[in-house]
């Protein structure tokens, strides 16, 4: 989960929030953050890393510049990404909506200012987090725009609508599970775990059967072979004592 954003939007003080503990260092001074900070939570029985970036802007500080390049790097391998926004900005969560649907010239809008952006976040899902809306003084500008696109409003510093973002994750997450389907290219690959398969189905059917344990080894034995041709490793008694006594098969 790659929290993104501009500078001085909220995104450490977000991440401290998430994780219930001070992580990152926090500071009204823009840039403060020139590495990426990752942490791991669970949340619902799903393992989510989130990963605090570097404000993205043009910087001719070295130091900074380097770490919007790791920003970048942590976006593409990213499943999900939370974009920060500062909500009395507002306008920058619709220009950035835009973008993420557009293509060409609108990928380097919305703030994100180059070309190395342009199809940056493809294939990505993608949530718009207005922070900061403790400070609001008037109801934000776009404001059905922005409930249009399930753009979340929070308060970082008050750790306010925090669950909102993690339930949202998880329903996310869900719908990826549903959608997601394994491809295996390699022919080999692909032959060894149809013979694992079937050899794990064989197992099933001895156990229903009430086969004898030494029968049943067998085609254990050839499960745990066709998935070492995958993973390089190599069976031995010991796995296949070690099962054995756990479940105590056969007896």
């Known amino acids: 989960m790659a929290i993104t954003g501009k500078p001085n939007?909220?995104?450490s003080t977000l991440l401290n929030a998430?994780?219930?503990?001070?992580?990152?260092?926090?500071s009204d001074i823009p840039?403060?953050?020139?590495?990426?900070?990752?942490?791991?939570?669970?949340?619902?029985?799903?393992?989510?890393?989130?990963?605090?970036?570097?404000?993205?802007?043009?910087?001719?500080?070295?130091?900074?510049?380097?770490?919007?390049?790791?920003?970048?790097?942590?976006?593409?391998?990213?499943?999900?990404?939370?974009?920060?926004f500062d909500v009395r900005d507002s306008a920058e969560g619709i220009e950035l909506r835009a973008k993420w649907r557009g293509s060409g010239e609108d990928g380097k809008t919305a703030g994100l200012y180059d070309d190395k952006t342009v199809g940056l976040y493809?294939?990505?899902?993608?949530?718009?987090?207005?922070?900061?809306?403790?400070l609001l003084e008037?109801?934000?500008?776009?404001?059905?725009?922005?409930?249009e696109e399930h753009c979340i409003f929070i308060s970082a510093k008050r750790k306010e609508n925090i669950?909102?973002?993690l339930e949202r994750l998880v329903?996310?997450?869900?719908?990826?599970?549903?959608?997601?389907?394994?491809?295996?290219?390699?022919?080999?690959?692909?032959?060894a775990l149809v013979g694992a398969r079937k050899s794990a189905e064989a197992?099933?059917?001895?156990?229903s059967a009430g086969l004898p344990g030494d029968l049943i080894s067998v085609d254990l034995r050839m499960a745990l072979y066709h998935l070492g041709e995958i993973t390089g490793q190599i069976t031995t008694d010991d796995i296949l004592g070690n099962i054995f006594g756990r479940f105590c098969i056969g007896k």
Do not use: C, W
Request: zero cysteines.
């Open 31 to 84: 840039g403060t953050t020139r590495d990426t900070i990752e942490d791991t939570i669970v949340v619902q029985n799903y393992a989510f890393r989130f990963i605090d970036t570097a404000g993205l802007r043009h910087s001719r500080d070295a130091i900074e510049s380097e770490g919007i390049e790791r920003t970048y790097e942590k976006i593409r391998q990213a499943r999900i990404v939370l974009y920060v």
């Open 9 to 11: 939007v909220g995104k």
């Open 163 to 165: 669950n909102l973002i």
């Open 138 to 147: 008037e109801t934000p500008a776009h404001l059905k725009e922005l409930l």
């Open 171 to 191: 329903e996310e997450v869900r719908e990826m599970h549903v959608q997601d389907t394994a491809v295996v290219s390699n022919v080999r690959h692909y032959e």
């Open 122 to 134: 493809e294939g990505k899902k993608f949530i718009l987090i207005a922070n900061k809306s403790d």
């Open 18 to 26: 998430i994780l219930n503990e001070e992580r990152a260092i926090v």
């Open 203 to 207: 197992v099933l059917a001895g156990l």
